[in-house]
């Protein structure tokens, strides 16, 4: 049974940092595209980040691009995600995902691109 588990969300001042990890385990996604959503209330889950493996393609969300890196230790099959200079807008549940197939760009940019999910982790930012 494959699982996806995010750690390190909380609350955070704007300006600052956290650091999210999504540890998987049931199946190796070292060859597999792996990627980080988010969703705030009320809203469509966002695209955020996603890396093929490592080395090989790493696409960026428009409001994330320079403050966030996405980035995988295969040997851990763990994906993380670096966020500096949050911003309240950043506030939302953070959601880490997996495909199990060689998806093209397009699709790693949405949600149908993955095909497990991790339970989210809520990270807020105050103003």
């Known amino acids: 049974q494959v699982q996806l588990v995010e750690s390190g969300g909380g609350l955070v001042q704007a300006g600052g940092s956290l650091r999210l990890a999504c540890a998987a385990s049931g199946r190796t996604f070292s060859g597999y595209p792996m990627g980080w959503f988010r969703q705030a209330p009320g809203k469509e889950r966002e695209f955020v980040a996603a890396?093929?493996?490592?080395?090989?393609?790493?696409y960026y969300g428009d409001s994330v691009r320079g403050r966030f890196t996405i980035s995988r230790d295969n040997a851990k099959n763990t994906v993380y995600l670096q966020m500096n200079r949050l911003k309240p807008e950043d506030t939302a549940v953070y959601y880490c995902?997996?495909?199990?197939?060689?998806?093209?760009?397009?699709?790693?940019?949405?949600?149908?691109?993955?095909?497990?999910w991790g339970q989210g982790t809520q990270v807020t930012v105050s103003s």
């Open positions: 995902a997996a495909s199990s197939s060689l998806a093209n760009t397009d699709l790693l940019v949405t949600t149908r691109g993955y095909d497990y």
């Open positions: 890396q093929r493996r490592s080395g090989r393609g790493t």
